[in-house]
């Protein structure tokens, strides 16, 4: 069955997410409604860590909460928050079988038998941010699982390619809070409107500029990148362009996406495979940025066809706009 283009279903902007996922299911024909039940439980889990980061202030939930996660990074107050909100309401949405999580050291059986998919999560990305009020995100994949219904999650389970993926999406919780997904036919973005409580489409089939100006990368560790990335850099100040850099991987992708350009995670000295993990944010943006006509490789392959050997791997990423990247990787 063919699959149907996002940007055939043609729904005007300021139409709900429930109401595209309906829309978007009636064009698969042998869609049962799981995969459309999971997005809302998705949707509904953002919402709920969106009223949370919101009220972190007021609420004294910001700061650290006393432990290193399975990276060795402090855990934030709202990391734990966010991982608790996400993995209970897939629970209970009963649609997911395990999650692998940034905050989780093992796989999360989540004890739904019977359940068809895999997510694979980082629940909140960025929180050394929250407590300066700078934007953070959600990153998430979802996955078919491959063992039998009604057995144990098997790693094979959770460890698939990026390009088995069966969607990917972000959650932005900036100025405004964005809903950012793809089913494999397309990307389209969802405005959250509080007073409502829904996700309005504000931006539908989503394009990445195949070109752009802007870089994106952490020079403060710049002298021991590879030399390759030294230079690609040096060609971007050599052209005048503009370097931002949020140190929220979330926001600086999606204002790539936007506006054109790159991210870039090189490896370094401190982390020789790069920071970003394979499973839960290089592989779901990935999948995103080529679904947008964008770019992901490790500076050598594309991030999409590595084939995953552990749950929270590391890898070196480039991501944006197509020919950006594709000069960084074989810079
Ligand atoms: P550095 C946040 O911890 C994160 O995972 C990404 O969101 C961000 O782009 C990157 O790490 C920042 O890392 O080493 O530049 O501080």
Redesign the pocket.
């Known amino acids: 069955m063919a699959k149907a283009e996002n940007s055939r279903i043609a729904l005007p902007v300021g139409s709900n997410l429930d109401r595209f996922i309906m829309r978007n299911q009636e064009a698969f024909a042998y869609a049962s409604g799981e995969l459309s039940q999971l997005i809302r439980d998705l949707a509904y889990a953002g919402k709920v860590v969106n009223r949370e980061i919101n009220r972190a202030g007021l609420a004294g939930i910001t700061g650290a909460y006393g432990a290193d996660n399975v990276q060795g990074e402090a855990q934030q107050n709202l990391d734990v928050a966010a991982n608790i909100r996400f993995s209970r309401a897939l629970q209970k949405g009963g649609e997911v079988a395990a999650i692998i999580s940034e905050e989780e050291e093992d796989i999360m059986d989540l004890n739904n038998p019977r359940a068809k998919y895999i997510i694979a999560i980082d629940p909140l ?2 929180s ?1 941010n929250i407590d300066v009020n700078v934007s953070i995100g959600t990153i998430f994949s979802i996955y078919r699982r491959l063992s039998p219904q009604g057995g144990p999650v098997q790693m094979e389970d959770v460890l698939q390619k990026g390009s088995d993926q069966v969607a990917a999406g972000y959650i932005l919780y900036g100025s405004s809070t964005m809903f950012v997904y793809t089913t494999g036919a397309g990307v389209n973005g969802f405005t959250y409107e509080p007073s409502l409580g829904e996700y309005i489409l504000s931006h539908q089939n989503m394009k990445m500029p195949n070109d752009g100006t802007i870089y994106s990368v ?1 020079e403060g ?1 710049s002298k021991t990148f590879p030399q390759e990335v030294k230079d690609y850099i040096d060609k971007c100040k050599d052209r005048g362009y503009s370097a931002r850099y949020i ?3 979330v926001a ?1 992708f999606h204002r790539n996406m936007l506006k054109g350009g790159i991210y870039i ?1 090189p490896p370094t000295e401190k982390a020789p495979n790069g ?2 993990r394979l499973m839960y944010e290089c592989n779901c943006l990935a999948m995103i940025a080529e679904q947008a006509g964008g770019m992901a490789t490790d500076g050598k392959q594309r991030i999409l066809d590595i084939e995953p050997t552990s749950l929270h791997q590391r890898v070196p990423f480039f991501v944006g706009s197509k020919k950006m990247v594709k000069e960084a990787s074989k810079a």
Request: aromatic residues 8%; glycine residues 16%.
């Open positions: 990305d960025g050394s952490n560790a140190g929220s991987l600086d995670y920071k970003l």
